[in-house]
């Protein structure tokens, strides 16, 4: 397939090699949602204007998911937040998503019973082992943080993005936790990208993590008063 967006090395990084989901749903919908919205900014479509998203530039990308969501917003009448564009997009995603990479050949689709009655789809890769854009973003991330200095702005996103929904326990475990949390706040301050879109991926990612952080506190509640 074409260049992997960051939603798609997001969904990579959220199955485990047998294909099953680390995180919480909610957290995959919204984290994917945030990836678009970053890879946007990244790309110099949006920016946040007076804590509003804006398009700056309606000049498609060229692929499908990040194309909708920018025509979305420029269509929109209203000035949305970044966390309600979040929720916004985050409808299907997940299915689009992984839907391209299945039929790209990276991942496949299993779908079986749980106790034969629960329904279940798995997504491993079609060899069995981790696929190898997988490896790539995994070795760029933990090279980031491991080293010093300057971040590719690409990679400092989908580390941010990782952070947001809570894959940072996962992804960096073999490196030492404080180390990790100290570097994590530094790419996260880094000037790494224009203040511009600085502004846009700190906002979005805030909105993530604000968004998941709400969905779990709702969750919680429902489960103790059920």
Do not use: C, N
């Amino acid at each position: 397939m074409a260049e992997l967006t960051l939603a798609h090395e997001l969904a990579l990084l959220a199955y485990d090699d047998k294909g099953t989901l680390q995180l919480d749903r909610p957290a995959l919908d919204h984290g994917l949602a945030g990836a678009l919205l970053l890879e946007l900014a990244l790309g110099g479509r949006v920016e946040v204007v007076d804590d509003r998203l804006v398009v700056a530039d309606p000049t498609p990308l060229g692929q499908r998911q990040l194309d909708d969501a920018l025509a979305r917003i420029g269509a929109d009448e209203k000035r949305r937040r970044p966390r309600d564009w979040v929720g916004r997009l985050a409808r299907d995603l997940p299915e689009q998503v992984l839907d391209g990479l299945v039929t790209a050949g990276v991942l496949r689709r299993e779908s079986d019973r749980v106790l034969w009655v629960f329904p279940r789809t798995r997504y491993p890769s079609e060899t069995g082992a981790e696929p190898a854009a997988e490896t790539r973003a995994r070795q760029r991330m933990t090279a980031a943080v491991a080293a010093d200095g300057p971040v590719e702005p690409r990679t400092a996103a989908l580390i941010g993005l990782a952070r947001a929904v809570r894959l940072d326990r996962h992804l960096f475990q073999d490196l030492p936790r404080d180390r990790v949390k100290r570097r994590l706040a530094e790419i996260a301050a880094g000037d790494w990208a224009s203040a511009a879109t600085r502004k846009a991926i700190q906002e979005t990612e805030a909105a993530v993590l604000m968004v998941i952080t709400s969905a779990a506190t709702v969750a919680t509640m429902t489960a103790a008063t059920s």
